[in-house]
């Protein structure tokens, strides 16, 4: 769930933006001020989490009004790109972790640090030492810090112990490696018609589920000189593993075209027998699906030759720097991001692991199967380890690793070629 392209010729964005009329809310200081929020999680639960707490929240505050709108993740990018050059910008997002200083970068977001400053008097605490040091980083820009944590989040397999015993496989020994991951599956095959939905598509399932892969295997994105590094036998081993799984009909016939909630769908409705997915998923299926939910085991994510290498993400809320209600603005986040406000119920809700460790240390998150998610983050690890944060990870995200995955599951291109062709566009990124 990160996301974002460089913006090319940021100045004269943001130009355009400060002459044109932005779509968040404004007025005087005795008008009702809109908030407009785009919210990229398309899950119900967290839908719902979210609709519960702008109501709290407005009772609470009066004056304001949170316009929620759902934006899919798979989405945001072009929207985002498109209201940068049209001024129409909300108040408030959420944003991938690894593009928070890419926006920064290019002045399109707020700094947050007055304003935390007023909510640790609040709470009574130092909001920054109450987040998590990978989110400091990722969310800190030249000394200011812009985004205020909502998840942390790593992804694990889930499994139908159902059709595990169906299959003749032990339910209470998963596998742990990739090798008897697709084992399993082959077993799977004689009572469900798709053993593992794994993503083959060009979207961001892709990378963040192949990427545990491809890290298991020894490969590196980037080279020590800063190019792509892909171009190895272990890359090229990694991605003939995975794509193999489509091409032996252990997933979906159509993953090479499904988005995420397709292939996740397919396992939360009983005709799946493994999915790797985050902790949301688990109070997704526990609400749609209460007679599967009593079947579902959760494991660590299998390892490789190389270990075990689990998917780091998370995202906060930001606050767009158009925004003509910032006052506003930043009480939704902090009531959204905050302890003392809605967090604790939106990632009860939805499912995720919250983005303040003070929260993380109380139940539900210390019990069966947050605590497993949590011992999980600490092999989870960004795209380009062991490399450090990179300024071109959103554009090479979106447009680079689940290509070649797409192109070779399809039969559109060889192994070889998608991964030539692979590093020539990551290249091609790292250049501009």
């Not at 599951?409 to 062709?421: H, P, R």
Request: charged share 20%.
């Amino acid at each position: 769930m990160k996301l974002g392209r460089t913006i090319v010729a940021a100045a004269s964005v943001l130009a355009l933006s400060a002459s044109l009329v932005a779509c968040s809310g404004g007025g005087s200081s005795s008008d009702k001020q809109k908030v407009t929020f785009w919210q990229f999680d398309t899950a119900q639960a967290s839908i719902d989490a979210y609709k519960a707490a702008i109501k709290d929240f407005e009772a609470k505050n009066p004056t304001i009004t949170v316009d929620m709108q759902i934006v899919p993740w798979a989405d945001q990018q072009q929207k985002i790109t498109t209201a940068l050059a049209s001024g129409a910008l909300p108040d408030v997002s959420m944003l991938g972790n690894d593009v928070v200083a890419q926006y920064a970068a290019n002045g399109s977001l707020a700094p947050l640090d007055s304003y935390i400053a007023d909510w640790s008097k609040q709470e009574g605490t130092d909001v920054k030492k109450d987040m998590y040091d990978g989110d400091l980083s990722y969310y800190t820009y030249k000394g200011k810090l812009y985004g205020s944590p909502v998840a942390d989040e790593t992804r694990m397999l889930y499994f139908n112990k159902d059709f595990f015993e169906k299959a003749g496989l032990d339910p209470n020994t998963p596998p742990t490696t990739w090798d008897e991951v697709e084992k399993d599956a082959k077993a799977l095959k004689s009572v469900v018609s798709v053993p593992w939905s794994a993503p083959m598509s060009k979207q961001y399932v892709t990378v963040q589920t192949f990427m545990s892969v491809y890290l298991s295997y020894g490969a590196s994105l980037f080279t020590d000189d800063g190019k792509c590094g892909l171009n190895t036998t272990e890359f090229k081993d990694a991605l003939t593993w995975y794509t193999g799984i489509a091409k032996d009909g252990l997933t979906s016939p159509d993953a090479a075209n499904q988005t995420s909630d397709d292939l996740a769908n397919l396992f939360s409705n009983g005709k799946a027998g493994m999915l790797i997915d985050g902790p949301s998923r688990y109070n997704a299926i526990k609400t749609a699906n209460p007679d599967l939910f009593k079947n579902i085991g959760v494991a660590a994510i299998p390892a490789g030759p190389k270990g075990q290498f689990g998917f780091l993400g998370g995202w906060p809320l930001v606050m767009w720097n158009t925004s003509k209600a910032k006052d506003a603005a930043a009480k939704w986040i902090h009531y959204a991001t905050s302890p003392d406000g809605a967090l604790s119920k939106i990632a009860q809700t939805s499912g995720i692991l919250p983005g303040r460790k003070s929260l993380a240390e109380k139940s539900p998150w210390t019990e069966a199967p947050y605590d497993q998610f949590a011992t999980q983050l600490s092999k989870a690890y960004p795209y380009q380890y062991p490399a450090g944060p990179s300024p071109k990870m959103g554009e090479i995200e979106t447009a680079s690793i689940q290509t070649a995955v797409q192109q070779v599951a399809t039969g559109a291109l060889n192994v070889n070629d998608a991964t030539k062709q692979l590093c020539t566009d990551i290249d091609n990124i790292l250049a501009k």
